[in-house]
Nanobody, 123 residues
């Protein structure tokens, strides 16, 4: 049974940092691109970042570019999201997923979602 488990969320003050992890089990995803999405209260799920299967390329939403860094460790079947200079508008539940279709930023292109981890940034 495939499982993706996010961790590392929490409450942080504006300007602070958090590092999210997404560990996969039940299957190896070393040859799949992986991504992070988030859903804020009352809003649609939105793309945050994605990384190529070999870590060679990364993509970011404009809203997080320069503050967030996605990385992966295929030996651990894990993807990370380093979040710096956090803002209150970053408050959301963050989800990781595995990309199966062509579009990098469309959540419909992803499969095997985690349960999410809450990130709350206070002002």
């Amino acid at each position: 049974q495939v499982q993706l488990v996010e961790s590392g969320g929490g409450l942080v003050q504006a300007g602070g940092s958090l590092r999210l992890s997404c560990a996969a089990s039940g299957r190896t995803f070393s040859s799949y691109d992986r991504g992070w999405f988030r859903r804020a209260p009352g809003k649609e799920r939105e793309f945050v970042a994605a990384i190529r299967w070999n870590g060679g390329s990364t993509w970011y939403a404009d809203s997080v570019k320069g503050r967030f860094t996605i990385s992966r460790d295929n030996a651990k079947n894990t993807v990370y999201l380093q979040m710096n200079s956090l803002k209150p508008e970053d408050t959301a539940v963050y989800y990781c997923a595995v990309r199966y279709l062509a579009t990098m930023v469309d959540p419909m292109a992803y499969k095997y979602w985690g349960q999410g981890t809450q990130v709350t940034v206070s002002s």
